[in-house]
Structures are given as C-alpha cells and as structure tokens.
C-alpha cells in the first residue's frame, strides 16, 4: 500500500481477533517508529513492546480510554524525554507506527490523554525522568473495516491558500 492510501483509508481499531502479529511486522512497526525524523535528531522516544496478557489486561484497567487493550495481540507503550519537542516528535513516530502496520493489515489506534498514564509507566518500569505518553494496542481487526469510509470536513473548510480565510479551490 503507497503511504497516500494508507492515509486515506487509515482507521482507528478497537477489536481485534485473536491472532499473533508475526514477529517480522513488530520489528517493522518498531523500525518505522525509530526511523521517523525529529528534531535536532534527537529521538526522545523509547518504545516498549508488551505482548503478555496478564499485563495488556492490566493496561486496559489502568487507562479509562483503553478497556480493549487486553483484546490486541500487542501493545507498545510509548515513553518520551521531558524535553521542548518530545510530544511532537513521539506523535510523528507514533503516526509512522500506524501507518506501517496499516499497510500490513493490523489495526490500532492511540490510548491515552485520559488519565493513567503514570500507573502505566510504575507498572513496566518507565524511569521517573520519562512521561508515558501513549499505549498503542495493535493486533487484525475482529471485523472488515470499511477503508477510506470516513467523516471529514472538505478541503475548503479546512485549507486556505496565501492567507487565512481566503478559500483552497
């Protein structure tokens, strides 16, 4: 899938089937997070892959946006550097993320932003000096998802050309 359709039809999973994501598209999922630029270079990501079930449950109770997590065959918890660009950089690599494995079939969407963030990063060890800043549960959707069936404001509502305000044609 060419990176335009994958942003086209891109959509969030919240069920999964019970399948293992083979470990060559959790290496790709995690080389397409570490590849994403950033600034100065910086990368102040650390990516932590949890496939075991006792703590994806646990994932699931600690953050209120996130009770499907258990369902997933993975999740990779991202933690950031507390530095001026670390939530925009990790939010690229996190886009990469999903988007690469959207092309290999496995769906995902973002947890977190709601609370329990910190319990998660107590529970796998995050040292004090990092935020968590996002759970991304990842496994094949348990139902077809209608690609590219979304709702989205049209292009004139949303880009202007030269100045604000005058329309995108």
Known sequence: MDVFEAVRTILAV???KDQQVPE?????????GRLTASASNKQ???FIVVEDRATL???GELVPSGPYIPQAALAIVVAIDRTPLA????????????????GDGVGSNWVGFVGGLEA???????????????ILPFGYPAVPVGRGN???????EVAARERYGQPYD
């Open 57 to 59: 449950r646990r994932l």
């Open 120 to 134: 998660v990063g107590q529970l796998l060890n995050v040292p004090a000096e990092l935020d968590v800043l996002a």
């Open 44 to 46: 102040p990501w650390h």
């Open 87 to 102: 939530v925009s950089d990790a939010s690229r690599a996190i886009q990469s993320m999903l988007l690469v494995t959207w």
């Open 150 to 156: 979304k709702r989205r404001k049209s292009l004139p």
């Open 24 to 32: 060559e598209v959790v290496r790709r999922i995690l080389e397409a």
């Open 14 to 16: 919240r069920s999964y």
